[in-house]
């Protein structure tokens, strides 16, 4: 009896815990509907691979067909799929400040981060999605960035922290 009921519970723990998605935020932070369900959606898609020019969930995205997906799916925002667009177009949201000492201090989960890299120094040829903050990690939730795939991780120490020039608040 011990056993079948030892067995009951590890199974009804499994199962309660399938689906669950969380961002990368402390217990202390509370995110609103919107940014839960933006890094719930997103998750989705964890190690779908980088396809240029594709919005296909489960197939293949670009770094910036995965944000506007994210973006429409999650909340039936549309803006377009183009990272240059989604950088330098001045009507899509509101800049955030990257602090120069702490380039993650002004980030809310959903935000669209931009990076520099040889094509584009501004930041309009690759761009993910703030997914947050976990025991001082800050998480980036992105398309390709090198990975070749969908990927949640923290960005310290990465490309990522390093390349980070430009973000852009699309949530009010």
Known sequence: MKKLIALVVATFLAFSSLGTVSAAVPSSTKLSSQQQKLIS?????????????????????????FTSWVYNKALGIKFTSSSRSQRYTTSLGTPVKIDKNNKFKNLQVGDLLFFANSSDAGGGAHVGLYAGEKNGKHYVLQEGGGRGKVTYEPMEGTWFASKLVYAKRILK
């Open 41 to 65: 959606v997103g998750k989705t898609q964890l190690g779908v691979p980088w396809k240029y020019g594709t919005m296909k969930p489960g197939i293949g995205f670009d770094c910036s067909n």
